[in-house]
T-cell receptor, first 110, second 112 residues
Framework: RKEVEQDPGPFNVPEGATVAFNCTYSNSASQSFFWYRQDCRKEPKLLMSVYSSGNEDGRFTAQLNRASQYISLLIRDSKLSDSATYLCVVNLVTGNQFYFGTGTSLTVIP | NAGVTQTPKFQVLKTGQSMTLQCAQDMNHNSMYWYRQDPGMGLRLIYYSASEGTTDKGEVPNGYNVSRLNKREFSLRLESAAPSQTSVYFC???????????FGPGTRLLVL
């Protein structure tokens, strides 16, 4: 079983739509959680960390559900520039390894 | 600040050839990482260095070696390249282990 699983999509949404991605992780010892964004043929870049209490950054909201072992990313009022692949990342408290999901592809359509 | 830099950007090798991928960071980070990214597989950790002078295997270390030359530089060596090592290689660094990672632009490697 993979450490981190994501729906690969693709998600095709119109501008202004709200879209949500979920990600599940298998190890209950996971300690740190992140969402990264990766544009085509570019390196991953941090979008936001995910905290237990949930956190918001402008149009982006991240939630963590430890009981069900999933994290989510909500994007409101989608922009064309949001088109990218979104990577879910978890880290175990016992080690230095980060585990990446395969990514969810989002295309925002005019 | 340049952040994390990688060289080369592209490389074509023949099976059995060797090469070294270079990575450097100017953020004074302690931890550095090498990943490979393949379609449908996500990023997988090859090796990491939690601090200068230490290196550890990640999820897919076979066929690779690393050197943490100093705090800034972390190189990845393929001693005898195989077609299965065709991939995009990313170097990353973080201030401390388990903290936010910053990635270099990647090296696209094709092994024929």
């Amino acid at each position: 079983r993979k450490e981190v699983e994501q729906d690969p999509g693709p998600f095709n949404v119109p501008e202004g739509a709200t879209v949500a991605f979920n990600c599940t992780y298998s190890n209950s010892a996971s300690q740190s959680f992140f969402w990264y964004r990766q544009d085509c043929r570019k390196e991953p870049k941090l979008l936001m960390s995910v905290y237990s209490s949930g956190n918001e950054d402008g149009r982006f909201t991240a939630q963590l559900n430890r009981a069900s072992q999933y994290i989510s990313l909500l994007i409101r009022d989608s922009k064309l520039s949001d088109s990218a692949t979104y990577l879910c990342v978890v880290n175990l408290v016992t080690g230095n390894q980060f585990y990446f999901g395969t990514g969810t592809s989002l295309t925002v359509i005019p | 600040n340049a952040g994390v830099t990688q060289t080369p950007k592209f490389q074509v090798l023949k099976t059995g050839q060797s090469m070294t991928l270079q990575c450097a960071q100017d953020m004074n980070h302690n931890s550095m990482y090498w990943y490979r990214q393949d379609p449908g597989m996500g990023l997988r950790l090859i090796y990491y260095s939690a601090s200068e002078g230490t290196t550890d295997k990640g999820e897919v270390p076979n066929g690779y070696n690393v050197s943490r030359l100093n705090k800034r530089e972390f190189s990845l060596r393929l001693e005898s390249a195989a077609p299965s090592q065709t991939s995009v290689y990313f170097c990353a660094s973080s201030e401390e282990a388990r903290e936010t990672q910053y990635f270099g632009p990647g090296t696209r490697l094709l092994v024929l």
